[in-house]
């Protein structure tokens, strides 16, 4: 059973606030990630990380920033939040290596609206 | 960027039916992955397919990996409430780190 954890699961700011979604794991995963959703649509990948002290942009480009301070944690931070930044944020890890290597395992991801 | 299309882009069926989904990509896959959201929540991986010609159950839910390696399918037979839900095929890129997820198929049972 995975063990991902995302909060809040919603949130309501006015723009301009700064914002920090976050996202914990505790399977010792190595990779992390954050995709961006809006409603029904796919998915797109904004950030990953291979471990700590790593980051990467996505193929989506984003205003936000990630920081991997610790292997369990995966923080996202908006420094101005603006209505265009409303979207559903979901974060993921997966197994280091073998087999499994591309199977995810998702948070229940953060329902974000920017008045 | 590698792409990933779904059809039909929605499905609206009554309790029982079997339904048929598909994805196809403008590139070779070497993985195939198939997962579902349930709304107000991530994906859940149900079926992995990882060679080609492959065709993979669990439960209800079967899954083949096209034998060009550009597509995928996805069947469920007799439909039940629970099976509502988007369902999303998904590959790795080249260098297996990430997924690309696909545009998603929309399931909606008619009472």
């Known amino acids: 059973e995975a063990d991902i954890y995302q909060t809040p699961r919603y949130l309501v700011i006015g723009t301009g606030k700064k914002i920090t979604l976050e996202c914990s794991q505790t399977m010792g995963h190595d990779k992390m990630y954050w995709y961006q959703q809006d409603p029904g649509m796919e998915l797109h990948l904004i950030h990953y990380?291979?471990?700590?002290?790593?980051?990467e942009k996505g193929d989506l480009s984003s205003e936000s920033t990630v920081s991997r301070i610790r292997t369990e944690h995966f923080p996202l931070t908006l420094e101005s939040a603006r209505p265009s930044h409303t979207s559903q944020y979901l974060c993921a890890s997966s197994v280091n290596r073998g087999p499994l290597l591309e199977k995810l395992f998702f948070g229940s991801g953060t329902q974000l609206s920017v008045l | 960027g590698q792409q990933l299309n779904q059809s039909p882009q929605s499905m609206f069926i009554q309790e029982g039916e079997d339904v048929s989904m598909n994805c196809t990509s403008s590139s070779i896959f070497n993985t195939w992955l198939w997962y579902k959201q349930d709304p107000g929540e991530g994906p859940v991986l149900l079926i992995a397919l990882y060679k080609a010609g492959e065709l993979t159950s669990n439960g209800r839910l079967t899954a083949q990996f096209g034998i060009t390696r550009k597509d995928s399918f996805l069947n469920i037979s007799a439909s039940i409430p629970s099976d509502v839900g988007i369902y999303f095929c998904?590959?790795?890129?080249?260098?297996?780190?990430?997924?690309?997820f696909g545009t998603g198929t929309r399931l909606t049972i008619i009472p």
């Open positions: 990380s291979y471990g700590v002290n790593s980051t």
């Open positions: 998904a590959g790795p890129d080249f260098g297996n780190e990430k997924l690309t």
